[in-house]
Structure formats: C-alpha cells, structure tokens
C-alpha cells in the first residue's frame, strides 16, 4: 500500500517542514474556520458538519476591504504548489472573495497589511 494511501485511510496530519498537510474533510472543515475567523469572520460547527454564519470576513485579497460570507467565500492556498499538494497551515492560507480566488489560482497573493 502507497504512503499516500496509508495517510488517507488513518486521517492523519503530517508536517513537511514547515508546512502541515491536512487528511480527511472535518481537518480541512475546522482549518477553513480558522482561516475564516482569521479574516474576522465568526462561524459556528454544528454536528460536525453544518456550519452557521455570525459574522462575515473580510476578504485578504481585494485592495478595497469588503465582506464576504462563508458560502460565497473561497479558502486561498497562498503558497505555490509542489507536485499538486498544498500546505494546509492556517498561516499560508487566505480568505478570498471568488472573484480573486479566480485570478490567482495557483498563484502567490502579496499580503496586504490592514
């Protein structure tokens, strides 16, 4: 059996470096939360899955600071691809508006300082 596989099947987190690598959905669910909330944002987990919006981001990318809700927002991996995995860690990710999830694909955003 594959490393790969391995990971899958027992779910587990693993490190390369300093970049963290997520298995399983409620990982990535309780990761994109704390992206969320690191954008201002306030989010609640109920039974595991269904998430419940207090309070909309502020979206990391645009020039111009606007909200952006937790079902129209996108998380950003804003590091570049290595092989077509990418670091999970809260502090490569970035909560974007779709519009600028879309023209940076694949792509490192410069950090804007509020």
């Avoid at 937790?70 to 999970?88: A, V």
Wanted: aromatic share 8%; charged share 30%; with cysteine.
């Amino acid at each position: 059996m594959s490393a790969r596989r391995t990971r899958q099947q027992t779910k587990r987190t693993y490190f390369k470096g300093e970049h963290e690598y997520l298995v399983g959905q409620e990982a990535h669910l309780k990761r994109r939360l704390e992206i969320f909330r690191n954008a201002g944002g306030e989010a609640t987990i109920f039974d595991g899955e269904t998430v419940e919006e207090i309070q909309p981001a502020t979206c990391q990318g645009c020039v111009e600071p606007h909200l952006v809700g937790w079902n129209e927002g996108e998380w950003h991996h804003n590091i570049k691809s290595r092989g077509g995995k990418r670091c999970d860690c809260a502090k490569c990710g970035l909560f974007l508006c779709p519009a600028i999830h879309e023209f940076y694909r694949n792509k490192v955003i410069p950090v804007i300082q509020r």
